[in-house]
C-alpha cells in the first residue's frame, strides 16, 4: 500500500512553481506479543489474586481505586468515590 500524503502545496521561485507533497516520515505500527508457556507452548492466563483472602478474584469482583498513602485506598465505584478510612478528628 503506498503512503498517503499528508498535505500538498507549491513553492515558488518568481516564476517557477514546483508541486510539492507531505509524506510521514515513519510509520506508526506496534507488534505486541503473547506470554507462552515454555513447556508446551500454550498461552497462558493472568489471574487477579488477592493474598489477603487466599483467592483468585473475578473480573465482577473488582473496582477501581486510588493509593493516596502507603496502603490506603480510595475506591470508585460508578462516577463517585468512596472514601475507605475516613479521619473525623480533623
Not at 498517503?4 to 513553492?11: A, D, E, V, W
Not at 507531505?22 to 508446551?40: E, G, I, M, R, T
Amino acid at each position: 500500500m503506498p503512503p498517503r500524503s499528508l498535505g500538498s502545496g507549491t513553492i515558488s521561485f518568481g516564476l517557477v512553481s514546483i508541486p510539492v507533497k507531505l509524506y510521514p516520515a515513519a510509520s506508526s505500527q506496534s507488534v505486541s506479543f503473547n506470554l507462552l508457556h515454555a513447556k508446551c507452548g500454550n498461552r497462558i492466563r493472568q489471574q487477579r489474586f488477592c493474598p489477603v483472602c487466599n483467592e483468585v478474584v473475578e473480573r465482577e469482583g473488582l473496582v477501581k481505586g486510588y493509593e493516596f498513602a502507603k496502603d490506603q485506598y480510595v475506591r470508585r465505584e460508578g462516577l463517585s468515590f468512596v472514601v475507605g478510612r475516613h479521619d473525623s478528628s480533623r
